[in-house]
Nanobody, 122 residues
Framework: QVQLVESGGGLVQAGDSLRLSCTAS???????????MGWFRQAPGKEREFLARVRWDDAITYYVDSIKGRFTISRDDAKYTVYLQMNKLKPEDTAVYYC????????????WGQGTQVTVSS
């Protein structure tokens, strides 16, 4: 079973940057349990929103249009860590950010971290 722990959130001003990290751990860590890693966010009063994913084997990425050009997802396979570099932050980026893992052969993310708060002031 994979456990995910996010870090790197905080309070920043509009226009600043933040890098979120998500480290996977477990008794028996298998890349098949994290074939895809993704970042999501949930703002107050809104549904959880998918942002980006990276395929673990070859680091191919996918982004939703709303964050393209500002956010970058990457992974360090030696550290079992996924990053979300967020640039030019806006107040509307304020949310709890979650990372998640998707097992090989499945279509949904089924392992979640506890989330990290990002607050962007204007």
């Amino acid at each position: 079973q994979v456990q995910l722990v996010e870090s790197g959130g905080g309070l920043v001003q509009a226009g600043d940057s933040l890098r979120l990290s998500c480290t996977a751990s477990g008794r028996t860590l298998r890349t098949v349990d994290m074939a895809y890693m993704g970042w999501f966010r949930q703002a107050p009063g809104k549904e959880r929103e998918f942002l980006a994913r990276v395929r673990w084997d070859d680091a191919i990425t996918y982004y939703v249009d709303s964050i393209k050009g500002r956010f970058t997802i990457s992974r360090d396979d030696a550290k079992y860590t996924v990053y979300l570099q967020m640039n030019k932050l806006k107040p509307e980026d304020t949310a709890v950010y979650y990372c998640a893992a998707r097992r090989e052969g499945t279509s949904t993310f089924n392992t979640w971290g506890q989330g990290t708060q990002v607050t962007v002031s204007s």
